[in-house]
């Protein structure tokens, strides 16, 4: 099992960056397939980014060309580079672990873009 801890959100204009970091704790997080989502209000949650155990990346057609998924596996740690923040970008950020289908969550970090 993994537990999950968010942090780097906030408010940032249009055109903005920031960092979001995700702290893993428990056993094996270098076996874990991990990712990002967001959940805006009034709609779905949606993958932002995923990056597997084995390194391959996938990003929503939205984000491509401006953020950017990373780990660093040494550390236990996941991270989102957003950059070129837009209003739409607004939302609740959350770090995804995936083990064989199994998925645990942290409890989310706010990202607000103002126009």
């Known amino acids: 099992q993994v537990q999950l801890v968010e942090s780097g959100g906030g408010l940032v204009q249009s055109g903005g960056s920031l960092r979001l970091s995700c702290a893993a704790s428990g056993r094996g997080f270098d076996f874990y397939n991990m990712g990002w989502y967001r959940q805006a209000p009034g709609n779905q949650r949606e993958m932002v980014a995923t990056k597997t155990l084995i390194g391959n990346t996938n990003y929503a057609d939205s984000v491509k060309g401006r953020f950017t998924i990373y780990r660093d596996d040494s550390k236990d740690m996941l991270y989102l580079q957003m950059n070129s923040l837009k209003p739409e970008d607004t939302a609740v950020y959350y770090c995804?672990?995936?083990?064989?289908?199994?998925?645990?969550w942290g409890k989310g970090t706010l990202v607000t873009v103002s126009s």
């Open positions: 995804n672990a995936n083990l064989g289908g199994v998925h645990y």
